[in-house]
């Protein structure tokens, strides 16, 4: 089984499994305790709209896809802060209006190119050392700024009006952390690619949310729920043939099913039927 | 602590969407004094503690809170213990007791920054004050209400505040539960000269701690000392309805009378 690491592509292949495995289930924890699965998803479709760019301007399409992500998630950020819109609102225009310039983008294409449509649902084993690089730097910023504002995103997810109350400026940390979700959808983008890159952000710190009642625990527990099923749905996704991405995905769901199974919050409910008064944390 | 005013409004407006919240407020209230701030619902209690913390610019009048004005009062928060009106919190989110009290120094943490054993002797301090050091590893969505109420105000005095600020704290309690945490908020006052606001719409509450009394409604209806305000006339004045005063176990309680009787 170790033969399939002499060859480069599968080389970079595991290497870029670990990059997404690693950024999407760190951000996915906040992604599943402040509910920002929809924005997750809006984010990864308006990915779409900066892929088509790059390949209109012969530029890179995850350098586009990085100013199309963040550029979004500016303007979800400033319309439902300042036009007192609700969040789910303005994600459902910006990512629609995102998907509608890729669709002209294409149509502006002087010629078909398939390339574009790869991005929809990735290809793990297409990964350049150019894309390995831009990966690479993107999930450093995205771990080092989540290790930078840990207690802060902590207490912003736990009680936002009591953060803002007790100081923390909480506008400037929600715009921080939905630019990092912009960023890790960027990096997933030729892993799993813009239609599954959703279910790395939320199975495996859904995962992790049914073992444990610890914050930091619930960062590890996610941390080897989103490596297992990006490495293991790698390795089975070249065994026997099928796309690498409904793997990855399809692990990632196996092991959420087993944790929910074998979840010490489920057995609580049933001797109690509610939630325990006693922390197992 | 300072020798000048510890909150000084003076003829503060505040609007809301183009409606006015509280109109021409001016107040003081001295260090380690205790406001009992009483009012009706919707009356601006709620958006006096907003403009006391930095969170509502009012759109003219002037706010002096620790000496600092304007733009300056976001700097003095750190130095303000505020106890929300309750919600219930989420009993899924992974945070014990500890961790939540803990958040109260997280403003004041550097990035990269561990919380030190000072800080964690703090937390284990305030949550002994309060009554939760038994609980202090369970998860902090498992309380009962009275317990998270206790949560908050442990949070609040883990900064180590100047001013205590508590915004209807006993509303989703169980009687029992509201005596004790009146009680414990009396104590902390006490032992801590902790210049205290407490926001209630019960004016027995706070009868037993209270230096002043301010009835607002938008506006300031009655400001002053115990003696000033709860007395039979401006009680009566201010509710509009026959005022009694019972006395039981040691203990003055005003009940107030159906206001067409």
């Known amino acids: 089984m170790l033969d399939i690491l002499h060859y480069g592509f599968m080389q970079r292949a595991l290497l870029s499994s670990v990059i997404v495995g690693t950024t999407?289930?760190?951000?996915?924890?906040?992604?599943?305790?402040?509910?920002?699965?929809?924005?997750?998803?809006?984010?990864?479709?308006?990915?779409?709209?900066?892929?088509?760019?790059g390949f209109l301007l012969a530029i890179n399409p995850l350098f586009a896809a990085v100013l199309f992500c963040l550029g979004t998630a500016g303007l979800i950020q400033v319309a439902s802060r300042r036009a007192q819109l609700r969040m789910d609102a303005a994600i459902g225009i910006f990512f629609a209006f995102a998907m509608a310039l890729g669709v002209l983008f294409i149509g502006l294409m002087k010629r078909y190119d398939a390339r574009v449509y790869g991005y929809l649902f990735g290809n793990v084993l297409g990964v350049t050392a150019g894309n390995?690089?831009?990966?690479?730097?993107?999930?450093?910023?995205?771990?080092?700024?989540?290790?930078?504002?840990?207690?802060?995103?902590?207490?912003?997810?736990?009680?936002?009006?009591?953060?803002?109350?007790?100081?923390?400026?909480?506008?400037?940390?929600?715009?921080?952390?939905?630019?990092?979700?912009?960023?890790?959808?960027?990096?997933?983008?030729?892993?799993?690619?813009?239609?599954?890159?959703?279910?790395?952000?939320?199975?495996?710190?859904?995962?992790?949310?049914?073992?444990?009642?610890?914050?930091?625990?619930?960062?590890?527990?996610?941390?080897?729920?989103?490596?297992?099923?990006?490495?293991?749905?790698?390795?089975?996704?070249?065994?026997?043939?099928?796309?690498?991405?409904?793997?990855?995905?399809?692990?990632?769901?196996?092991?959420?099913?087993?944790?929910?199974f074998l979840s010490p919050k489920r057995r609580k409910c049933k001797v109690c039927g509610r939630e325990s008064t006693a922390d197992t944390g | 602590m300072t020798t000048e005013n510890s909150v000084r409004f003076e003829h503060v407006t505040v609007a809301y969407h183009q409606a006015v919240g509280i109109e021409d407020v001016s107040f003081s209230v001295e260090p380690g004094e205790f406001l009992g701030i009483i009012g009706p619902n919707g009356s601006g209690k709620t958006t006096l503690l907003r403009v006391v913390l930095g969170l509502v610019a009012p759109v003219s009048g002037r706010v002096r809170v620790l000496g600092a004005s304007g733009h300056d009062l976001r700097q003095v928060r750190s130095r303000i213990g505020y106890v929300p009106q309750?919600?219930?919190?989420?009993?899924?989110?992974?945070?014990?007791?500890?961790?939540?009290?803990?958040?109260?120094?997280?403003?004041?943490?550097?990035?990269?920054?561990?919380?030190?054993?000072?800080?964690?002797?703090?937390?284990?301090?305030?949550?002994?004050?309060?009554?939760?050091?038994?609980?202090?590893?369970?998860?902090?969505?498992?309380?009962?209400?009275?317990?998270?109420?206790?949560?908050?105000?442990?949070?609040?005095?883990v900064q180590e505040p100047q001013i205590l600020l508590l915004d209807e704290p006993t509303s989703a309690v169980d009687v029992a539960t509201r005596s004790a945490i009146v009680e414990l908020v009396r104590r902390l006052h006490a032992d801590r000269k902790l210049t205290t606001l407490y926001v209630t719409h019960d004016v027995n509450e706070v009868l037993p701690c209270v230096d002043k009394v301010l009835y607002i409604?938008?506006?300031?209806?009655?400001?002053?000392?115990?003696?000033?305000?709860?007395?039979?006339?401006?009680?009566?004045?201010?509710?509009?309805?026959?005022?009694?005063?019972?006395?039981?176990?040691?203990?003055?309680?005003?009940?107030?009378?159906?206001?067409?009787?």
């Open chain 1, 24 to 53: 999407c289930s760190l951000i996915g924890v906040f992604v599943v305790l402040r509910g920002m699965a929809f924005a997750g998803s809006g984010l990864a479709h308006a990915a779409f709209g900066g892929v088509a760019l």
């Open chain 1, 132 to 260: 390995l690089i831009l990966m690479g730097v993107l999930g450093l910023i995205v771990i080092g700024t989540i290790g930078l504002l840990y207690r802060q995103f902590k207490f912003l997810s736990f009680d936002e009006e009591m953060a803002e109350a007790s100081g923390l400026p909480t506008g400037a940390l929600a715009a921080v952390l939905i630019g990092l979700l912009a960023l890790t959808v960027v990096v997933s983008l030729k892993t799993v690619g813009i239609i599954l890159v959703e279910a790395l952000l939320v199975t495996p710190a859904a995962t992790a949310y049914q073992l444990t009642h610890r914050y930091g625990m619930m960062f590890v527990l996610s941390w080897i729920a989103g490596i297992v099923s990006c490495v293991v749905g790698l390795v089975v996704s070249y065994a026997i043939g099928i796309p690498s991405g409904a793997a990855i995905v399809i692990v990632a769901t196996l092991l959420f099913a087993l944790a929910a």
């Open chain 2, 86 to 157: 309750r919600r219930p919190l989420d009993p899924q989110f992974p945070v014990s007791v500890r961790e939540a009290v803990a958040m109260g120094l997280y403003p004041t943490l550097r990035a990269f920054r561990r919380p030190t054993a000072d800080d964690r002797r703090r937390v284990e301090g305030v949550l002994a004050a309060v009554g939760l050091l038994d609980t202090a590893d369970h998860v902090a969505g498992h309380l009962s209400g009275g317990q998270q109420q206790r949560l908050l105000i442990a949070r609040a005095l």
């Open chain 2, 217 to 261: 409604n938008r506006t300031v209806r009655a400001f002053g000392s115990c003696a000033d305000i709860l007395n039979r006339e401006t009680l009566e004045s201010l509710y509009g309805g026959r005022v009694v005063f019972a006395e039981e176990g040691g203990r003055r309680y005003v009940i107030v009378g159906d206001r067409h009787a």
